[in-house]
């Protein structure tokens, strides 16, 4: 799960601006800044194969914590260290507890939504666009439970309000990303923001990280999910 490329296994790299590349795996060409560092690209499609099963897993779960739920998806083969796939991640596991919780959604059409919205925004978006794909999950989570449009009023406030917080959260930690400490703190950010707007108190458990030796770029006890500081 170290953030590595997925032919070659060699380190990735960051480029400052976009190149267009052709993935190795299904041959699309298509524009990004990041490959390997010995010139393999994997498009987010094929870098998220298989992360369909969330549906249906996420269908079957009874728990009202997000960050189990989530923590059982991460455990997936389709689930790396760092990759887009957190963006759809973070807001099913926050769907699936609202609901168990006792949130008033249809699940299964919350869920498609989700995967449909999250799947759009491009692994890598936390450094280039200024805004983590994990945090952004949180406000396309509001926006479902609240029927928010662009033209909607409270509901349109209450989803950007969402992710301001959840990436205020992140951003007060500071970089480098790491897809699994911003899911976690996107869906704490969630959890507290749910309970007072919405009156729906999902479950908030403690977090220590075991994913410390498989990240590369971990920031040690600065993360508040080291087990240094618990």
Known sequence: MKEECLICKAPLEYLETDEVMECAVCHKKE???TRCVKGHYVCNECHTAGMDVIIG????EVSKDPVDIMEKMMEQPFCHMHGPEHHVMVGSALLTAY???GGNIDLQQAL????NRGKSVPGGACGFWGACGAGISTGMFVSIISKSTPLAVEPFGLS???TSKALG???MVGGPRCCKRDSYLSIFAAVDFVKDNFGIEMEKPEVVCGYSAQNNQCIGKRCPFSKVNH
């Open 31 to 33: 524009t990004s800044k």
């Open 57 to 60: 897993m996420c269908l079957k």
């Open 169 to 171: 959260e992140i951003g």
């Open 99 to 101: 609901k168990n919780a």
């Open 112 to 115: 498609i939504e989700m995967m």
């Open 160 to 162: 950007h309000l969402m």
